[in-house]
Every structure is written in C-alpha cells, then in structure tokens.
C-alpha cells in the first residue's frame, strides 16, 4: 500500500459523517480565501490613501470578509475537533472488535504489546492528520489555489518570484520525503519492538522478579531504544534541514519582493500597494507552505504506523460465518468428529484424520504428550480455528453450518490459565451468564468451592481480583474459572487442565462439583491427573496430532502401548495404585 493510498483511505473514513465533512469543507474554503481577498483590499486601501482617496468604502467590504473568516474559523476549530475525536474512537472500536475476533495465531505471532500499540498509534495518527487536514491543510491548498492567479493578475513578474519559492519548498520536501521514507518504516519497526518488549516483560513480571531479571531486561530494553534512536535520528536530521533550507528560500524571498518591487515602482509597472499586498502574499505564501510542508512530513511518518493500523483491519478473521448461518439451539450434545485435519500456518504440526465420537453425557479424555494436538483439537470444536478437512458434527448438524455465537453459547471451557478479567469476582463468574442473578453466581461458586474465600475478600463479590487474578492464590483463580463454567450451564463442557492448580484436598471437592457438573452433559477433558480421566468413558490417546489408541483405563493400560509408558513412566502428575496395573505394566 503506497503513502498516497494510506493518506486516502485516511480521509475516506470522515465520509461517513458526509453532513458535517462538507460543512467543514464550505468554511475551509472561506479560510481559504478571505486571507487573499483581506490583501487585495489592504492593497486598494494602501493606494487610496496615498491618492488621498476615500477608502472607507473599501474598508467597509474587508469587515464584512474578516467577519465571515471569524464565523467559519468558529465553526472550524470546534466542529473539526469533536468530529475527529469521534472518528478516533469510531475507529478504535471498529479495530478493537476487529482484533479480538483475529486468529488466535495472529496474537501469538504479534504479540499483545505490539497489537496493543497498533491501535492506539494508529487511531492517534488518524486524529492529527483528520484535525490537521480539516484546521490547517485543506485551507492551506484553497490558499494556494486561490493565491496564484491572484499574483499573476495582480503582477506577473512579483508572482514569478512567489513561484519561485514554492518550486524549491515542492522539490525540497519530496527529497527528502523519499529519502527519508525507508528509514521511517524501519523507525516504526522499532516502535513496535519496543512496545512488544513492554508488553512481554509486563506480562510475566512475576518471572522477571522471581529470576532477579531487572539488570538484564532493562539492559535490553535500554538496547532496543538505542536501536530506535539510532533509526531515527538521521530522520530528524533530515527534517531538520529541510526547515532550515526552506527558512532561508522564504527571508530571501521577501528580500527580492522589495527590490524588484522597488524597480518596478520607479517605472510605473506596479503601486505601493500592490507591493504591500506581493509582501502579504509572501507572508501567506510561506506560512501555508510551512503548514503543508509539516504536513508532508507527518504523512510519511505516520504512514508506517497507519499501514500497520490498516493491516490489522484487513487481516482475515479467523473465522466467519456463512451466510444464512442458522442458530444451534437444544442439542442433546452428540459430538462427532469425521476426517478432521488441521495444519498450522508454515508448520508441518497440527492434527490429521481426527476421528471421534461422543454420545450425549458421555466425558471422553483426551492425553498425550505436550503438543500431541490436545487443546488443538478442542480448539476445533469451539471453531476458534478452522478445519482444512473433514466435519464436525454435534447433533447432526455441521458446525460450520451454525452461528458461532450459539455455537459457543452452548459450550462451557475452564482452561489451564484461568483466563481472568481485573474486574470484581461476580463479574468474572457472571461472564458465564451476564444476566444470572446474584443467588445463581452464589449457588455457582459454592459447588465450585470458592464460596468460603470469596467470603473473606475484602467486599466479597465485589472485590476486584487484578489484572489476570493477580490478587488470587492460582487454586482461588481456577475455581473462580470453574464457577463461572458452572453459572453458563452448558450442554457440551470442555476442561482443560482445570483443576492443574489445584492441591489434592482441593481438587477432590471441585471433582465431585465437575461430577455433578457433568451428568448429562458431554464432556472433553484434556489432563494429566490420572484421577481426572481414570471414570472417562472413553480416553483417546494423540501422539503427534493423530489418534494413536482409544479405549477405556483399563484397556489401554493394558494393552501396552503409549498410554500404560505413559502410566509407568509418570506421565501423569499422581501415581496409580498398584491394583490398577497389569501385572505387565505395574513396575
């Protein structure tokens, strides 16, 4: 995408307010061309005294013109403001609902800092150059527009002088716009280097504490704003002498406008007046040449930062819905998996020729080693990413077939990382159920185990829990997790490591909740604790994304495969009785 198409796609969005744009536009003109008309007449009025002529008259139509400059000026400092703060945040909501449906890869290649710093950098960079453009630039360009055939009428020889000015100030910022828009893509770069660094460093404080990490995560980030500094300094050099060079053009001009216009005095060719109104013009000139030069130069700044902005908003969702998507409502919970396959982006890993089926009520365990294709696979059920082959079915009905919000509203996850908002403990469970009532979230955390420590939190329910549950113990976190799975009361329930933080008394309770939780419902649990899966009804075994055994416990303990290695290797987190194992198998 060329500077110019970001620069127009800018623009375009003030569209949608039409009304209000041309409104802006009609009063930007008349910015435009009082200051012009203003000089035509300090002109006639110069000469009119000089010939001791009445100049009232003439006086007279330039108060009228200065009080309409004074009206659209109103119109435009406040009109123009308060419609780019509502563009703005039209806009951050329009890339905000966009990121949080974007792949979940897409986050994970990026990282949050950095897509954090996408939008805001980017919706401030739509502000200024929205507020700029209305306020200062389009007023400029009628200016100019305006200015030059006035010149030229006025005096053709002064206007070549004009002409001049504007030539070097054109030609002296595209050299060094282009000289300078590699390195400020590079510098944008940096910016967003410096914010993942942020971000990442930010999110896991407890590590670098934990490690004594200060010296040397400040020594790296004290690295990469070198990095930065060094990419941008010779930016800002350039820039620089940019003004210097068009400063010097602009005292010399207003130098020759004299002296020519001395000469031209003394043979009749032009008045005191016109000179007067050419040293005006000059002055006008500069200042709108300045106000589009500084323009040109943030464009090319902030054209890196809005192409990363526009890119995020084009960058495909992870998943869409069909057209005439139909919703997904009272399903028994008959889960079907038929060839499915799944690759991620430029990686031969992923989950190939899935095949499963659970019967309504059922609870199927899912095992294997890290990165086996467990959570991926459940990730597919949930349509968080797409399939490359084969269905998913529940009930019957292909899930690519529904809407993805009835899709997800009959599922209820508990995953390994709690997943919590820094907002007050009922509203962390009520995600489950945003209208349940008080006594529902109640009754929820009390088969989740959680009601005695909410009870001694400072204001109960209504203690705010930081950012990620920072003010939980990790067992506090995950039963408010299960509490809030609970409360959504859904027919197809998905546990992934839910109960890892937990300790053995704990856990013993929150397993009798899920038991309770889960009669009925058809259940996915990834885990393992061999007290988690050992009542499955059935356990599927992955090794590198595929299905490699299935069966209940006892048949694939002994049946000798990965699964009993699995058992008598600890791979699971809590040893098995001795009466459980074959003979074969028990060490």
Known sequence: MSTWDIYKRAMTMLVVERRQTI????????????????QVLLARVVDALALGKGAFPIIGLWAVLGFIGIIAGVIVAVMADRLSHRRRLAALGQAFEHAIVLPIGYHAEKGSGAVVRTILAGTDALFWNWLSFLREQFVAFVGLVVLIPTAVHMNAMMALILA??????????????????????????????????????????????????????????????????????????????????????????????????????????????????????????????????????????YAPTLRSFFELLDAADGVREKPGAKPLADIAGHVRYEHVTFRFRNSDQGVFDIDLEAGAGQTIALVGPTGAGKTTTLALLQRLRLLDEG????????????????????????????????????????????????????????????????????????????????????????????????????????????????????????????????AGRTTFIIAHR??????????????????????????????????ARLVREGGFTEPVAQSALPEAVAP
């Open 391 to 518: 269905r998913i079915l529940i009930d019957d009905q292909d899930i690519a077939d529904v809407t993805l919000t009835s899709l997800r509203h009959n599922m209820a996850v508990v995953f390994q990382d709690a997943g919590l908002f820094n907002r007050s403990i009922a509203e962390n469970i009520r995600i489950g159920r945003p209208e349940a009532t008080d006594a529902e979230v109640e009754h929820a955390a009390k088969l989740a185990e959680a009601q005695d420590f909410i009870a001694k939190k400072p204001a109960g329910y209504a203690f705010v829990i930081g950012e990620r549950g920072a003010s939980l113990s990790g067992g506090e976190r995950q039963r408010i997790a299960i509490a809030r799975a609970i409360l959504k009361d859904a027919p197809i329930l998905i546990l992934d490591e839910a109960t890892s933080a937990l300790d053995v008394e704990t856990e013993a309770r929150i397993k009798r909740a899920l038991d309770r939780l889960r």
């Open 164 to 301: 001049a000015l504007a030539v070097i100030y054109v030609l002296a910022n595209i050299y060094v716009a282009r000289r300078t828009s590699k390195d400020q893509a590079a510098v944008e770069q940096y910016h967003n280097n410096v914010y993942g660094r942020v971000g990442d460093v930010l999110g896991n404080v407890t590590v670098v504490q934990s490690y004594a990490r200060f010296a040397s995560e400040m020594q790296a980030m004290r690295t990469i704003m070198a990095e930065l500094l060094m990419a941008q300094y010779p930016v800002l050099t350039w820039w620089g002498l940019l003004t210097v060079l068009t400063r010097t053009a602009a005292t010399i001009t207003v130098v020759a406008i004299y002296a020519v216009g001395a000469l031209l005095v003394s043979q009749g060719k032009i008045t005191v007046g016109e000179i007067v109104a050419f040293v005006g013009f000059a002055g006008l000139l500069i200042g709108k040449l300045d106000l589009l030069s500084g323009f040109a130069v943030r464009i090319f700044q």
């Open 530 to 563: 061999l007290s988690t899966v050992a009542n499955a009804d059935t356990i599927l075994v992955l090794d590198a994304g595929r299905i490699v055994e299935r069966g209940s416990f006892r048949e694939l303990v002994a049946r000798g495969g990965l699964f």
């Open 23 to 38: 409104g802006l536009v009609i009063c930007g003109i008349a910015l435009g061309v009082v200051p012009i008309a203003e």
